[in-house]
Each structure stands twice: as structure tokens, then as C-alpha cells.
């Protein structure tokens, strides 16, 4: 393609709209765009390991920003989350994994203007009656590494500290075992959860907390300004849009703002 406006073109698997190469990138490798994601996160990218992501919102989005960029090819790496939120990790250019922006986590790293409204979402077994009043009695699950242990503590205040999982599928599996009554986590991954579950899952609430999602750079990164511009032509031109009603809509299975609201 040459550097004009492209429409319904493929890249990486995707359909990218925009001008190739109207704007320019520092990538840690050259002619690719290096994106961490967490996995599993169905809906936001399409696989279960860097290998065999073949779709999904955040994915398509990095694919955007790398074809407007005038890149070859999204390079889908494997990081820590924890170790990203430190600021130390290397060999990305920026994380697209759900991640929310807190004054907090600005002290190490940096993070884009938003590009998805988010809170969290409350995952059981399918028939489990669990209520905003009886919840604060039940053993909750959360991510290692994500806001919502502290939200837990200071507001809905268990009887029992919540359990930590290091990794997202650690958190499910646990859950699915009974070692958990509940796992709280973003309401869009949960809800995804449930749909592919069988019915072996629902989400029963969510509580609204504000919380926005932002791609994260490191502190030294060059890309940040650049970013912005991209989230916002993809706001502008309905590319956000598009990626919703393409990935969220079947994989979720339910609009997010529809699941009720418990009050901690």
C-alpha cells in the first residue's frame, strides 16, 4: 500500500482504515510494533498465547496504529505484568492489556489518554446466589497486580482478605474449583469469561468505579505524544467503534453497562 487512505485494508489479520505512514513511531524493533498483552483475555486478543492471537479489539488497535505508522507487522510479546508496572521491563513499545490508570502506577510509568471505560465485574458459578449484601461473607479471587484488591478492602470489606492469583487463567481455574466464591476482575474480561464458560459461569453484578483503561509506555519512551494522536483519530473515525461491535459485541455476549450495579 502506499501512503494514502486506506479502506477495509487487512493487516495483521485486521481490517485497518487511515493513512499509512501519516505518522511516526520509535519501535524497539524495527518495521514492528511490539505490544504486551495479558492473556487470556478473549474479545481484547483472540488467543491464548503471543503465538495464536489472531483477532480481537486491543490487537486490531495496535494493528491500526502500526499500519498508520507505516509498520510491517504487530509483534505480540511476552512480559510480567508486575514487572511492567514497575517501569523496568524492556523490549515493548507499549502494553494494551486492559491496564488501569491510577496516580499511583504514573509514578513508574506513563500511560496514553484513555480509550475504553471500564469497572469490575463480579464472576461466579451459574445458579450461586451471590448479592451486594452477602458478598462481603464470601471468599473473592482478584489478579495479581490490578486495583481491585484494595478497592475490595476499602470499600466492599470482606470478612476474609481476598485471595491473589498471579495469573488471570490461575484466577478462573480457581474459581472453577471452588477455592473461590467469586472472582472480581474487569467487567468486559469477566463477562467474556462467562460466554465461553458453557454455562458454567455468570456474571450476577459489577461495581462501578470509574476506572479507564490507558496503553502503557515506560518512563524513557519517545511514542507517547504519538499514541495519544492515534487514540484519538481512532475515537474520531468510528475505528473504535468498528472493533467494538466486531470483538466485544460476540465475545461478551451482553453490553457491560446492562449488568447491574452493586452498591459496596
Known amino acids: 500500500m502506499t501512503a494514502a487512505t486506506a479502506s477495509a485494508?487487512?493487516?495483521?489479520?485486521?481490517e485497518?482504515?487511515?493513512?499509512?505512514?501519516s505518522v511516526k513511531l520509535e519501535t524497539v524493533v524495527p518495521g514492528a510494533l511490539s505490544v504486551r498483552p495479558v492473556l487470556p483475555a478473549p474479545g481484547w486478543w483472540n488467543g491464548d498465547s503471543p503465538e495464536t492471537?489472531?483477532?480481537?479489539?486491543?490487537?486490531?488497535?495496535?494493528?491500526?496504529?502500526a499500519y498508520?505508522?507505516?509498520?510491517?507487522?504487530?509483534?505480540?510479546v511476552s512480559r510480567s505484568f508486575a514487572q511492567i508496572l514497575t517501569g523496568q521491563a524492556q523490549g515493548f513499545d507499549i502494553a494494551l492489556s486492559e491496564i488501569t490508570i491510577t496516580?499511583?502506577?504514573?509514578?513508574?510509568?506513563?500511560?496514553?489518554?484513555?480509550?475504553?471505560?471500564?469497572?469490575?465485574?463480579?464472576?461466579?458459578?451459574?445458579?450461586?446466589?451471590?448479592?451486594?449484601?452477602?458478598?462481603?461473607s464470601k471468599r473473592l479471587g482478584v489478579k495479581q497486580g490490578t486495583t481491585t484488591y484494595q478497592f475490595l478492602l476499602d470499600h466492599v470489606k470482606p470478612?476474609?482478605?481476598p485471595k491473589v492469583y498471579p495469573e488471570v487463567a490461575a484466577m478462573y481455574a480457581a474459581l472453577a474449583a471452588g477455592q473461590v466464591d467469586a472472582v472480581i476482575y474487569d467487567t468486559p474480561n469477566v463477562l467474556a469469561q462467562a460466554k465461553q464458560s458453557g454455562g458454567r459461569f455468570q456474571?450476577?453484578?459489577?461495581?462501578?468505579?470509574?476506572?479507564?483503561?490507558g496503553g502503557l509506555v515506560n518512563k524513557d519512551s519517545p511514542n507517547l505524544a504519538t499514541f495519544n494522536k492515534l487514540i484519538q483519530e481512532m475515537k474520531d473515525d468510528g475505528t473504535f467503534a468498528r472493533l467494538a461491535a466486531q470483538y466485544l459485541a460476540p465475545?461478551?455476549?451482553?453490553?457491560?453497562?446492562k449488568v447491574p450495579v452493586f452498591k459496596p
Request: hydrophobic share 35%; aromatic share 8%; proline share 2%.
Open 251 to 257: 465475545s461478551l455476549g451482553e453490553d457491560p453497562n
Open 68 to 76: 498508520r505508522a507505516g509498520l510491517d507487522r504487530v509483534n505480540v
Open 203 to 213: 456474571v450476577v453484578g459489577r461495581y462501578d468505579t470509574g476506572e479507564r483503561w
Open 9 to 14: 485494508a487487512k493487516f495483521s489479520n485486521c
Open 103 to 136: 496516580e499511583e502506577r504514573k509514578k513508574a510509568v506513563n500511560f496514553t489518554d484513555p480509550y475504553f471505560d471500564s469497572d469490575m465485574g463480579i464472576l461466579v458459578k451459574a445458579g450461586d446466589k451471590i448479592t451486594a449484601e452477602n458478598i462481603k
Open 16 to 21: 485497518v482504515s487511515g493513512t499509512r505512514g
Open 159 to 161: 470478612t476474609e482478605a
Open 53 to 65: 492471537i489472531n483477532g480481537g479489539f486491543e490487537y486490531c488497535m495496535a494493528a491500526n496504529m
